[in-house]
């Protein structure tokens, strides 16, 4: 049985820093990704998702430990992983569209559970400040990086069109999503 037991505060801003720049080069391929999608499925999408944060509410007591929040963790950078993979293999279209914002719903679901749990583990008020601060250091470096690849696409390499931008972003979210996996491992104390 896998032992999680502890979570090594420095390391982890870095998986956070990583994570909030995954983010911020991600948010503005998103709508380009969605655009087939009917407003009715945000609908739906919806209902799911706060059914879904009520359950995981439920059971916080349960799932409030170090060893459950490491591998909530996990597999939610696990399903981010595989929606930028498979949009690479799949690129366009209502069931992609369909495919990725599922995914990232599923992972919504538990968003509040994991900022909840991350403020129980690192209770200090500085260290929680300095996390926030890599949080939104990571955020904002995403979205100037998401500019400038955009630009250098457009003037560079003559790439006009949205779909052809967006499915190269994918690559260097590839990149990012391997490096945040990376860094929460090395987050946490593990033993086997």
């Keep these: 049985m896998v032992k999680i037991n502890k979570i090594y505060p420095k ?19 998103i709508f380009t990704i969605y655009a087939p999608l009917k407003p ?12 879904g944060m009520l359950i ?9 430990n170090l060893r459950i929040f490491f591998f909530v963790s996990l597999f939610v950078e696990i399903v981010i992983l595989a929606v930028v993979i498979y949009f ?3 690129p366009y279209g ?9 995914g990232y719903q599923l992972t919504f679901v538990f ?23 890599f ?11 998401s500019f400038v690849f955009y630009r250098a696409l457009e003037n560079i390499f003559g790439i ?14 590839v990149g990012v999503e391997a490096v945040i996996i990376f860094s929460l491992l090395r987050s946490f104390k593990i033993r086997f």
Excluded: P
């Excluded at 439920?58 to 409030?64: C, P």
């Design 94 to 102: 209502y069931s992609t569209a369909l495919f990725v914002y599922s």
């Design 111 to 133: 968003g509040s559970y994991l900022v909840r749990t991350e403020t129980l583990f690192l209770r200090k008020k500085k260290i929680l400040s300095l996390l926030d601060m």
């Design 56 to 64: 995981v509410a439920k059971f916080y007591e349960k799932l409030m």
């Design 40 to 51: 009715s499925i945000y609908s739906v999408g919806g209902v799911l998702l706060a059914v």
């Design 135 to 145: 949080k939104q250091g990571g955020y904002l470096t995403g979205l100037v990086l």
């Design 160 to 173: 006009a069109t949205n779909q052809e931008k967006v499915y190269y972003l994918h690559f260097l979210l």
């Design 11 to 29: 390391k982890y801003f870095y998986y956070r820093f990583f994570n909030s720049l995954f983010t911020g080069l991600s948010i503005g391929s």
């Design 88 to 90: 690479l293999f799949f």
